[in-house]
């Protein structure tokens, strides 16, 4: 079990004013923003917060990270910060808490029809939105992926209409199914906040179009963390459904690594971080060719490692890049095709055969 800073402490420590509420989720007047209305959400059980002006949130280290060097200059995999803020909680010695990992009825948890309707619904919203967003479809454009692959998975944007796009449907079980998923956070005053908003909004798709899952990925540097999960579903892997369990494939951490992969012919995934839930190891169990391809940066050589110890029958393949940090960097950088050689030595490597280039 995972012990972190206890992050009702460290706000306090830092004149967050929260009513002490057990476990349950509350809500303060946010410290990264002037407002006489509180919009910073603060999960205890699960040591997170989150800031409804910005959609920034984090755990206990990202708070304090924010707190020293602003909400927008934060980066937590820069390591001399990274190192300025555990020193810092080191020597305030916050009491530790243990963070309870997902329980195990998670498994159990089937996608109703309703909710299946409503994750194709939204997703479809947030496509169309998409389409229309010079801002957002032009950054993945410019990392290379191809108005073909972003129709045919559905990407899209959330931009903060999802609430009113859902008040147009005549039913009202979708709109609190919508609550429920996590998609719309209700205040106590009855305000209601996209919980996407401003992010590029990845839906994970079965080979049958069904939509499993939405990730909201950052569309700006600052916007923390990375990736956002719906908190009321179970967690996805993006992409894994898309490919038959006898396909090879290969995990990245970073989605925009998996899109660039998928790209250059090779079944690719991404949880979308270094963490993988255990109902998905249980899943990836039944999967014999699992490759995992790290980025060139030490956290996530060791999240390779930790994947590796998790499942056995996977094969560890350390990413080099030329000097960039990933895939996708790599392949905007200095061109598509030196980027896939290198993908196609790498696996080729580690004993992964693809047709080469291949689509
Ligand atoms: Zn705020």
Redesign the pocket.
């Known amino acids: 079990m995972e012990k972190k800073p206890d992050l009702l402490e460290v706000l306090r420590a830092y004149g967050v004013e929260v009513t002490s509420a057990g476990d349950r989720r509350v809500n303060a007047i946010?410290?990264?923003?002037d407002?006489s209305r509180p919009?910073?959400s603060v999960d205890p059980e699960q040591g997170l917060w989150f800031?409804?002006?910005?959609y920034?949130g984090g755990d206990a280290i990202d708070f304090v990270g924010s707190m020293e060097f602003g909400?927008g200059s934060w980066d937590s995999r820069n390591k001399g910060m990274f190192k300025q803020v555990l020193s810092i909680l080191k020597e305030k010695n916050f009491s530790q808490r243990k963070i309870e990992p997902v329980k195990k009825e998670e498994k159990k948890k089937e996608l109703s029809q309703n909710v299946l309707f409503l994750l194709g619904h939204v997703t479809e919203i947030y496509h169309q939105n998409l389409l229309k967003d010079k801002e957002a479809l032009g950054y993945l454009q410019e990392r290379g992926l191809t108005e073909e692959f972003i129709r045919t998975r559905k990407i899209g944007f959330a931009n903060g209409n999802l609430s009113v796009m859902l008040s147009l449907l005549p039913e009202e079980v979708y709109r609190n199914l919508a609550v429920d998923a996590g998609l719309i956070y209700v205040n106590e005053d009855g305000r209601r906040w996209e919980f996407m908003k401003g992010r590029i909004a990845f839906p994970d798709l079965d080979r049958n179009g069904r939509v499993l899952g939405i990730i909201g990925r950052r569309l700006k540097h600052y916007q923390n963390p990375k990736y956002l999960t719906l908190k009321g579903l179970p967690k996805v892997i993006w992409g894994l459904h898309r490919f038959s369990r006898w396909q090879p494939t290969i995990i990245h951490e970073s989605i925009m690594d998996a899109c660039t992969a998928q790209l250059m012919g090779v079944p690719s995934v991404s949880p979308c971080g270094t963490g993988i839930a255990w109902h998905l190891v249980d899943e990836l169990e039944k999967r014999q060719y699992l490759g995992f391809l790290s980025q060139d940066d030490d956290p996530s050589k060791r999240a390779v490692k930790r994947w590796k110890e998790k499942l056995p029958q996977g094969r560890v393949i350390i990413g080099s890049y030329d000097g960039h940090k990933d895939l996708s960097e790599m392949a905007t950088e200095v061109g598509w095709d030196a980027a896939r050689k290198r993908l196609f030595a790498l696996l080729e490597k580690a004993g992964f055969e693809y047709e080469y280039g291949e689509k």
């Open positions: 946010c410290p990264f923003h407002e919009s910073f800031c409804f002006h910005d920034i909400l």
